[in-house]
């Protein structure tokens, strides 16, 4: 694919879609519900949407941000929540350098990361499905970047083996739970998509991401207790986006 704007559309209109599918998919995935048996419904009303409730933007202006069906008012995180999946996704095309194979890759994991993202803010958790889904994805990705198996392997198990190790001496030091299994999970498969000698890397964005969110989250008067899945997508996705930064390389960054 060449870097045109007709590549940059095609990952925008996929983005759009897809940002669609995140926000049911963040909705359904933490309660348990079926996510492909049941059709789409007004969160109000429970009446089924038809396709022409479900045009990604459109749909949602065309309403004038309401239910057509009952009138309520319709939550702005779908709209905003699809513009961003949509320039996610270009923002992936780009990064590949014209490796349509890479571009997907790329893009389907910041698919999977938004869901997290989204359903460890309003739910508190991040779904098994998910993580089980970016697991051959992180396979491909080893792959497809040429990156060792080897190193992928030592990635994950560092990632594994090293927040087990804090989540156990948060339960056994502070009687609480520092990291959620979730969190190990997760870190588990950034190890695998990173590298041993990345990893070291996304630890620290993550925390440096996670004591700024953190932060925000506490004056906003949630708690002391946040939600860290936030910022290891945040995390792992840089590190994906540029992997410059996270092999010690600060020059000659794209972007």
């Given at each position: 694919m060449d870097l045109d704007g007709g590549g940059a559309l095609l990952f925008a209109v996929l983005g759009l879609v897809f940002?669609?599918?995140?926000?049911a998919l963040s909705h359904r995935l933490p309660k348990g519900e079926p996510v492909v048996a049941d059709r789409s419904?007004?969160?109000?009303?429970?009446?089924?949407?038809?396709?022409?409730?479900?045009?990604?933007?459109?749909?949602?202006?065309?309403?004038?941000?309401?239910?057509?069906h009952c009138g309520q008012a319709v939550s702005w995180r779908y709209p905003v929540l699809e513009l961003a999946m949509a320039g996610l996704f270009v923002l992936c095309w780009w990064r590949a350098d014209?490796?349509?194979?890479?571009?997907?890759?790329?893009a389907f994991t910041g698919f999977g990361l938004v869901v997290i993202v989204v359903a460890d803010l309003e739910a508190g958790i991040i779904p098994d499905v998910m993580l089980l889904?970016?697991?051959?994805?992180?396979?491909?990705?080893?792959?497809?970047?040429g990156g060792e198996w080897g190193d992928g392997a030592a990635g994950a198990s560092l990632g594994l083996g090293l927040t087990w190790a804090v989540?156990?001496?948060?339960?056994?030091?502070?009687?609480?739970?520092?990291l959620g299994f979730g969190d190990v999970k997760f870190c588990g498969l950034a190890g695998l998509y990173?590298?041993?000698?990345?990893f070291g890397w996304f630890l620290a964005a993550a925390g440096v991401v996670g004591l700024a969110f953190g932060l925000v989250w506490r004056m906003t008067g949630r708690g002391a207790v946040f939600p860290l899945g936030p910022a290891l997508c945040a995390a792992l996705l840089a590190g994906l986006l540029w992997p410059e930064l996270f092999a010690g390389d600060w020059?000659?960054?794209?972007g």
């Open positions: 940002g669609s599918l995140a926000s419904r007004c969160p109000h009303c429970q009446t089924a949407l038809t396709a022409r409730d479900l045009v990604p933007v459109l749909s949602w202006l065309l309403a004038g941000g309401h239910c057509r014209g490796d349509t194979a890479l571009a997907a890759l790329l889904t970016l697991l051959p994805v992180a396979l491909a990705w080893r792959w497809k970047s989540r156990a001496g948060f339960r056994a030091l502070r009687r609480n739970e520092g990173l590298g041993l000698a990345a020059t000659g960054v794209k």
